[in-house]
């Protein structure tokens, strides 16, 4: 789908993540008893610093979405999308990292790419606060992901 019809579907979308996702943002101000428990189950700092920007992602992602659709949803469409897409992403992250899933690494290279991606489209907004904002956790997440990904254990193909 192209044109009107697949902008339309964004936004709708969109929304949707914005009111789905609204009870699940997390700042870094939370107590033990508000953080679920799959989250501190880390075991090593970096892999703690990815899942911290993982969840700062997603949050101003999703603040990203909001505003976007407040201003110009059509101009801003690739925008919307790529927050939309990489919210959802930096989440899963977040469950494999904290679950030492052995797919966490992989999926941990998916992710930068799609925030470096979702950092230039969201920079082309600078004057806006909330979209430079996004951008740079976008950026933070984005390289601590890559490392993460660049520490993969070495896996032996039987």
Not at 95 to 109: D, E, I, K, M, P
Request: aromatic content about 4%; overall charge neutral; proline content about 5%.
């Amino acid at each position: 789908m192209t044109g009107p019809g697949r902008l339309a579907q964004s936004i709708a979308a969109a929304e949707a993540l914005k009111f789905r996702r609204q009870p699940f943002v997390v700042s870094r101000h939370l107590t033990p008893e508000d953080t679920p428990m799959a989250i501190s189950t880390a075991s090593s700092p970096i892999i703690e610093r990815c899942i911290e920007e993982c969840l700062q992602c997603a949050r101003w992602c999703s603040k990203c979405v909001e505003e976007s659709l407040s201003h110009d949803p059509a101009k801003m469409a690739e925008c919307i999308r790529l927050c939309h897409e990489c919210a959802p992403v930096c989440d899963t992250c977040v469950t494999l990292l904290s679950g030492n899933s052995r797919f966490a690494y992989q999926l941990c290279a998916v992710c930068a790419d799609m925030c470096e991606a979702c950092a230039i489209e969201c920079g082309k907004y600078s004057n806006m606060e909330t979209m430079r904002e996004c951008a740079e956790a976008c950026r933070r997440c984005a390289k601590t992901c890559r490392e993460v990904a660049k520490s993969a254990p070495v896996r032996h193909v039987a």
